[in-house]
């Protein structure tokens, strides 16, 4: 294999080439923020999905490294997700009970499975799955993940035991436990929310009228949750709140994480592989995204195929470290960017310092209040809920706003599977349904031109002899039975008609459906005495056109150009527009 196909498959020999000490120190600094503010993320995801919160720490540290050695973007920082914990939690809840040994084994083979199928899916090169789902159908399924994920974490701002994997259920569930809420746990619940919200939108503009820079004081601010961390377990230690009925993390094992083989059980995986198959997918579009858009930020690229492989290997990393499945989060990524990270080897050292979190400062979280994590997953997850863009699509498109509104309501009714086999369906049900009913166009020439515009649209001239139609779609199965009723409706209407062009500039294939649909129409005009001719065909449409034994069947001709035809056809026309004698 020669050097630059090695550096495709193994990104890092590109980057570390040109690696010097400038590039160095930014990566420091860069993997020292991020560390800072991946500690308290990391253990309330872990939370979130039902796992303890060294879980976590052990899910950021050899992901990260294999990323950097297998991904393309130069600043996705990988690790737990808000979406990915969701989908983690309800997924594992089905096989083993929340909190035991076998389901933080169930998680790792979770990780195991997801890891496999996107590492497959990477040598397959099958990047494009990132276009199963429509952007309106992410976004409504962003928006109800988060909606869901915030009003689970209710409980422990309550202090109460609640659980459901719907909106409905953790409503109903929250309301039953309501009489029993710990009053302490819900002062210091609601403290952390409201300071890590005033964070978000008050710190830094104090900071900046303090007399702080800019960059200084952004990065203090997106230092809220450490400030809120520190300061919860120095109050709860100090008025002894664990003695009050407040639940903490209690006590974290310190050291590297385990590394050992995940568990191999077949029934295990056979019960898991629909949701790994949803969390790879979900995860990728969720890692894609983000890094196509900080990729751009820079004028850099980022190859879809090798991020499915970074992302695997991190996942099997993930798996045999005792973590669970993981992917590019938004919000660490763009503080990575924004810290000015310049190579995925930041990543690795944000690994190194999350390993050296492990090692030394768990014993200094045993009296975290789990009401200030969960107050931290409310915070992160409520920024991604965006509510406005139901408005934005009703007034765009009726079709995106159907397809956001039913993915939110079946996410927050039936749960993250059936929303995203919703969405997915959704999908191709709207493209199914958009490419069954084709925007065709009559057209006519714009006089003085040689410019063909909707004659609905446009004063255009005409001749009664010629019908000139232009079709805005590729031709195939789904709408071949439009297009030809269509024609023939415009036929029918038109009893002096001796010609029919189809102006194809749109047209980018013709599946065998639509061929024989065309072949059909030509014969049916053939019997009408009306002859059928092509214009603006595009190269490739034509070369498949002449391996089959249309083009020597059909009764009229091919042009050039649209203009060029109804020379041919119509030449009164075109003298009468173009005042040509």
Not at 500 to 512: F, H, K, S
Request: charged letters at 15%; proline letters at 5%; one cysteine or more.
């Amino acid at each position: 294999m020669s050097r630059p196909q090695l550096a495709r498959h193994l990104p890092i020999l590109g980057w570390a080439r040109t690696y010097n000490g400038h590039t160095l120190t930014n990566d420091l600094v860069a993997a020292a923020i991020v560390t800072i503010m991946l500690i308290p993320q990391s253990l309330a995801y872990a939370m979130l999905a039902g796992l303890p919160p060294v879980v976590g720490l052990y899910a950021s540290i050899l992901p990260l490294v294999a990323y950097a050695i297998f991904g393309t973007s130069r600043t996705l920082a990988v690790g737990p997700v808000a979406v990915v914990s969701l989908m983690t939690a309800a997924a594992v809840s089905e096989v083993a009970a929340p909190g035991s040994p076998e389901y933080v084994a169930a998680a790792a083979a979770l990780a195991l499975m997801s890891g496999a199928m996107l590492l497959l899916m990477g040598i397959l090169r099958l990047g494009f799955v990132a276009n199963l789902l429509s952007h309106p159908v992410i976004s409504g399924f962003i928006t109800a993940s988060g909606i869901l994920i915030a009003a689970s974490q209710l409980q422990h701002i309550l202090g109460v035991r609640a659980g459901g994997h719907t909106l409905p259920e953790v409503t109903a569930s929250l309301w039953s436990a309501a009489a029993q809420t710990n009053l302490f746990t819900l002062a210091i619940g609601c403290g952390a929310l409201g300071f890590l919200f005033w964070v978000r939108k008050g710190l830094k503009p104090l900071l900046l009228r303090a007399g702080l820079r800019d960059y200084a004081a952004g990065l203090v601010a997106r230092a809220g949750p450490v400030i809120a961390v520190a300061a919860s377990i120095l109050l709860a230690a100090g008025l002894g709140l664990a003695e009050r009925g407040v639940a903490v993390v209690g006590d974290i094992p310190s050291g590297l994480p385990p590394f050992g083989m995940p568990l191999l059980d077949l029934s295990l995986y056979a019960s898991l592989a629909l949701p790994a198959l949803m969390i790879s997918v979900i995860g990728f579009v969720e890692s894609v995204s983000v890094a196509q858009t900080l990729a751009a930020k820079r004028r850099q690229s980022i190859v879809p195929d090798q991020e499915l492989v970074g992302l695997g290997a991190s996942n099997i990393a993930a798996a045999f470290s005792g973590g669970y499945p993981v992917t590019g989060g938004f919000a660490r990524s763009v503080v990575n960017f924004d810290a000015g990270a310049e190579t995925p080897a930041a990543g690795a050292f944000t690994a190194v310092g999350i390993a050296a979190a492990s090692l030394f400062l768990t014993p200094f979280l045993y009296y975290l209040p789990n009401a200030v994590l969960a107050a931290t997953i409310i915070v992160a997850v409520l920024s991604l809920v965006d509510l406005g863009s139901l408005r934005r699509s009703w007034r765009y498109s009726r079709h995106d706003f159907a397809a956001m509104l039913a993915t939110i309501i079946v996410t927050l009714g039936f749960g993250v599977e059936a929303g995203i086999v919703a969405g997915v369906a959704i999908t191709v049900a709207l493209l199914l349904w958009r490419t069954s009913r084709p925007h065709i166009a009559v057209v006519g020439q714009v006089p003085g031109t040689e410019h063909y515009r909707n004659v609905l649209r446009h004063e255009v001239a005409t001749d009664e002899s010629v019908l000139s139609m232009r079709i805005d779609e590729s031709l195939s199965f789904a709408n071949a039975r439009a297009i030809e009723d269509f024609i023939l409706r415009e036929v029918a209407a038109r009893p002096r008609l001796r010609h029919v062009v189809l102006q194809c500039t749109a047209v980018n294939e013709i599946d065998g459906s639509a061929l024989e649909t065309l072949e059909l129409v030509m014969h049916r005009l053939a019997a009408q005495g009306i002859d059928l001719h092509l214009s603006e065909v595009k190269g490739p449409v034509m070369d498949r056109l002449e391996r089959s034994d249309f083009l020597s069947h059909l009764t009229g001709g091919v042009y050039l150009t649209h203009h060029r035809a109804i020379m041919d056809l119509a030449p009164e026309l075109t003298r009468r527009t173009t005042g040509a004698p």
